[in-house]
């Protein structure tokens, strides 16, 4: 086996594939030209990169979650936890679409989406995932307030 390395003038890409929660889960280098024969190993630095201060401002910024710091945050999962059924409704004679969600403690967070201004162009998956999303957001925004009073001691 020979080593090599690959130089900064050689080309190279990073992809980076990311979890729900936002985590890099998968690292793919490209070698775009052949710089190896088959029992060959290329040590390829990516601090060469030019992408690399992102990366690592990224990976700074956003540490794996330990025990310490999991419980505070909102996590997708929490959301999914708390979010029981959906139902998204047409408004009939409009273009409004309606998402409603069901929480388990009987709560329901509602987005509307009001829709294209021209009906001849409405478009319904739209509607419905922008509404969707908004409702989303809204529990996003209720867990967040429950996960501030926790962690501020006032609320059990």
Known sequence: MHHKDLLPTDSFGIEFSTTDA????????????????????????????????????????????????????VTLERINEVVVKETIEAVPGTTITIATLHLRNGAKAIGINYGAIDPAVQDWAIGAREAKKQAYDKVYELEGYLLRERLSGRHG
């Open 22 to 73: 936002g985590y890099i889960n998968v690292v793919k280098i490209t070698i775009e030209r052949d710089v190896m024969d088959a029992a060959d190993i290329v040590r390829v630095d990516l601090a060469d990169h030019p992408l690399y201060p992102s990366l690592a401002r990224y990976v700074r910024n956003n540490p794996r979650p330990t025990q310490e710091n999991i419980e505070q945050r």
